[in-house]
């Protein structure tokens, strides 16, 4: 029921919590930093990729992006130059990055499909070390990679686990990187909105209420805080990072400037959805919804329900950070959740 979950006690949030690259260690030189820069986009297809891959383009930058089905290539700017093969076909990642000033990885799952080789270790951990060592060997001058709030070592989550992971294998790297952890973010073609979105207007289960996942033996308890962020404000922040030496070596939370519980966040899309709607927003209780998931995917089920194990465990955290560093270091102002989602409700 989550895009980008949470965690609990609240993570490790700023770049000093992560392990830092050997104050000594050179750095490649990076003299262009505004415009007409090549950058390479892995996961461009996606909500998050196609915004960002725009974006570029506003900026004036060029954009290659790594494109697995065909098909998916009309889903991009026309001015985006697709490079066709995937995360796991060496070649294809030489081609995508050959002569390419920066690559922003974004490739990413909320929910594993085993039997398709589709687990988070493959496209968290596998897939990072695959773009960043086609990165090191082609000399990208900036590696910019997405990973999410809540990543940490030991976190109870396989997601947030292999998330770290895929940090690790950056800051191990002779890549000048960046890493921005988002909270959960929402924009009118997410996935997590338009399913809102469906609950609103009763298309889809549970048809008759708005649910999350709460807390407590009755779903009632304590509530969970989660900081949405704008996608157009991500965006901005991902083509900004390129642009600039300060970012180098930085890992940088990001959510909107509203610390919201479930509740609040869904009451405002329902009343943006459908003013004047009375739809109850009813919290499920989080212990029946996560032993429904391990049913159902003991029972190869899984894809039956619209959540999963991971999905819930994070819920039940906070995903909540300062903002002042990236927004002082990038110039960035970030659009409050109930404006955005006012400004495009009707779309929805």
Known sequence: MTDEPRTEPA???????????????????????????TVAVTGATGFVGGHICRTLLEHGHAVRALVRDASKAGQLPRSVTPVQGDVFDRASLDRLVDKVDACIHLVGIIAEEPRYQITFHRLHVQAT????????????LRYVHMSALGARPHAPAAYHRTKFEAEEIV???????TIFRPSLIHGPDGEFTGMVAKWVRGTAPPFVFIPYFGSGPMGTGPAHLV??????????????????????????????PDRLSWREMLTIFRDAISPGSSKRIV???????????????????????????????????????ETQRIQSHLGLELTSFRAAVDQYASRL
């Not at 949405?228 to 990001?254: C, G, H, K, M």
Request: charged share 20%; proline share 10%.
């Open 11 to 37: 993570p490790p949030s700023d770049a000093s919590e992560a392990p830092a690259a050997p104050a000594d260690a050179p750095l490649p030189a990076f003299v262009r930093t505004a415009g007409n820069l």
């Open 129 to 140: 070390a695959n773009v960043v060592a086609a990165c090191e060997a082609a000399g990208v």
């Open 171 to 177: 800051r191990r790297s002779r890549l000048p990187w």
């Open 227 to 256: 900081q949405p962020v704008y996608i157009n404000d991500l965006a901005e922040a991902f083509a900004r990072s390129i642009e600039t030496e300060r970012t180098i070596r930085e890992v940088y939370p990001i959510g909107g």
């Open 283 to 321: 919290g499920i209780p989080a212990w029946k919804a996560r032993g429904m998931a391990a049913l159902a995917a003991a029972a190869g089920l899984g894809s039956m329900l619209p959540f999963n194990v991971d999905q819930v465990i994070m819920s039940q955290e906070d995903s909540t950070c």
